[in-house]
């Protein structure tokens, strides 16, 4: 629980006020809990819940989905662990406006896996055992930026994903970057964002 409620219900209502109506769960750790908690709640959104049986990284998860995806267009990825106020409307205008393969969101803080950005919010690189790594070459210098886990991405990514089915989303992204492709980052600036799974949460 998070402020007196499951931490997925504030995430559904988040994407609920933002103007979302069809919602699909990966599901892997206390499934049957979730399994319990939507057979017992309703939302405004339809809702399906997509059970990993084995962990299939954070790129394998959004693979997982893709019969359910397909024909959307574009579609958000929500991490379940993160609470913030992003104005979700604006970032989606930003991914369609520069059509982007994917737009990140991100935020200037601490963190000990940076991403790179340059001076067009277009990503170009991460740091890689402290050191920063570039994928693509910039004209002008480059910053560090940390991933808000919160990105947009085109449903045209699963023609770009790997066969295997484990895979983490990040490190493809980088590999389109050094094929040239656009991936951007969108800045949410001051706008409250919490990690809750680094927090001790207080039921």
Same mark, same amino acid.
């Given at each position: 629980?998070?402020? @007196? ?13 933002s103007? &979302? ?8 750790h ?7 908690? *939507?057979?017992?709640?309703? *939302? ?10 084995n ?29 913030s ?11 369609? $406006? ?13 963190? @000990?896996?940076?991403?790179l ?14 050191v ?26 699963? $023609?770009?994903?790997?066969?295997n089915?484990k *895979?983490?989303?990040?490190? $493809?992204?980088?590999? &389109? ?27």
């Amino acid at each position: 629980e998070y402020k @007196g409620k499951p931490i997925i219900y504030h995430v559904i209502r988040k994407l609920e006020n933002s103007g &979302l109506r069809k919602i699909i769960i990966n599901t892997h750790h206390l499934a049957n809990k979730m399994n319990e908690y *939507f057979a017992n709640n309703s *939302f405004n959104s339809e809702i399906t819940l997509i059970h990993e049986t084995n962990l299939l990284g954070t790129g394998g998860a959004i693979k997982n989905a893709a019969d359910f995806l397909k024909g959307s267009g574009n579609f958000l990825v929500y991490n379940a662990d993160v609470d913030s106020e992003i104005d979700l409307h604006v970032m989606i205008a930003s991914h369609i $406006e520069n059509e982007a393969l994917a737009t990140l969101a991100v935020k200037e803080r601490s963190t @000990g896996r940076y991403l790179l950005k340059d001076g067009d919010n277009n990503l170009v690189g991460r740091t890689e055992n402290n050191v920063d790594v570039l994928y693509r070459e910039i004209r002008d210098e480059y910053h560090r930026t940390a991933f808000c886990g919160i990105h947009i991405i085109s449903e045209d990514i699963f $023609e770009y994903f790997p066969e295997n089915e484990k *895979f983490d989303v990040i490190p $493809e992204y980088l590999k &389109l970057v050094n094929k040239g492709i656009t991936i951007k980052v969108h800045d949410i600036g001051n706008a409250y964002w919490l990690d809750i799974g680094s927090q001790v949460i207080e039921t």
